[in-house]
Structures are given as C-alpha cells and as structure tokens.
C-alpha cells in the first residue's frame, strides 16, 4: 500500500482515490494515520512518514504547504551559505496573510509580501534527493535568490535607514561573512531594491554598490 502513494505530499482527493477500492476509504486513512503511515501537515494535505525511506525536502513541502509562496529569510540565507547557523524553521514569503504551521516534520513560517515585490529574484530549484521508489529521484522548488533573501531580511529591519548600519547590521546581527557577498548580482540587487522601495533595502543595494569597487 505505501509503496503506492507517491513521494511528495499529497491531498484528501487523490488519497481517496487511490484507495476507491476500500469500502470506506475515509476508515482506511484514519488507520494510516494512526500508525502513523502517513502524517498530516494540515488538514486535507499529507505525507509518507520518513520512516519508510523518504527524505523529504522541507522547501517542497513549504511550497505546497502554503501558497504562492516561495522559501527566503532565514532559511534561504542558510541554505545558500550565507550565515552560519543551521535554521530548523523553514522561512517562507507569499502575497497572501502571514501564517504559520506547526507539523510533524517541523515548523513553517509565511511573511506577507505584496504581489509587486514577489517576483524579481526567485529562482525554481531542482535537486535530487533519494526515495522508498528510487535511489534518486528529482524534485523542484522555489526559493529566493541569495540577493533575494537578503533583501527581503533587510527588508524587516526598520532600524536600517543609511547604508552606514549595514556592515554591523551583517556582520553582528546576521553573524555573516562579508567576503560571502562580493560576488552578488548587482543587476538584480538594484531590480529588487528599485521594487521594494524600502530604505533597508537601498541602503544594502548602496553599501555593497560602494564596498565591490574598493575591491
């Protein structure tokens, strides 16, 4: 039976249907959960219990969990090696209210974002990642760019107003390596600073802008 469902969360609609067979598939789903089978993240939305073999990756599940959204903040800045701290909450934006779930595989974490600001700087990823069905198995997600995510940090730090707070904001707050964004995009940097319009947001654009061509 598990070796049915597929590999990725899936709804009450398709699980129903492939369990069409069963008298009462609803009865059927309430016993994979209660062996805990499958786990649920949110009512209506599931998943194989990693105990079978999955490793799942958060960021697909993020995507799927709540949407449109796309992986940033925290998260992505980890992701992309940008600060040093592992981040167990996986940190997303979307343009719909802020929300937040708490599931058996973790914590995840939506920050509102106006449609205008969503899309410059969000890339779609694939990986691969092994499975119960194959040794290898692609799948894709989408999460912000390292320009991106640091922008949209920046952008929830009301305290930034110059380009002069940057480098400690960076460096102390963020606990990064200065050395780990010199190479930035600064193209797409100034897209997204010219779409956010925040004075955090231009000020980073400015001081990295200003720190690339002492280099």
Request: charge should be positive; charged fraction near 25%; glycine fraction near 4%.
């Amino acid at each position: 039976m598990i070796r049915t469902l597929p590999t990725h969360p899936f709804d009450y609609t398709y699980l129903t249907w492939l369990l069409r067979s069963y008298r009462s598939p609803r009865d059927k789903i309430t016993r994979l959960l209660k062996r805990g089978d499958i786990l649920q993240l949110k009512r209506g939305l599931y998943v194989v219990s990693p105990r079978h073999g999955d490793n799942i990756e958060p960021a697909v599940i993020s995507n799927l969990l709540y949407g449109p959204s796309y992986v940033s903040l925290e998260y992505a800045l980890s992701y992309w090696g940008l600060i040093p701290e592992r981040v167990h909450e996986v940190t997303a934006m979307t343009n719909k209210r802020n929300k937040y779930f708490s599931t058996p595989l973790g914590a995840f974490s939506y920050k509102y974002i106006n449609i205008a600001k969503f899309s410059p700087g969000v890339a779609l990823i694939k990986s691969k990642t092994p499975s119960r069905l194959s040794a290898e198995q692609t799948v894709s997600f989408f999460i912000a760019t390292r320009e991106k995510a640091l922008c949209d940090k920046l952008a929830t730090v009301r305290e930034i107003t110059s380009e002069y707070d940057i480098a400690d904001y960076l460096e102390f707050d963020l606990r990064m390596d200065l050395e780990s964004i010199s190479d930035l995009n600064m193209h797409l940097l100034k897209n997204i600073g010219a779409v956010y319009k925040k004075k955090s947001v231009s000020a980073l654009v400015t001081w990295i802008a200003k720190n690339r061509k002492k280099r």
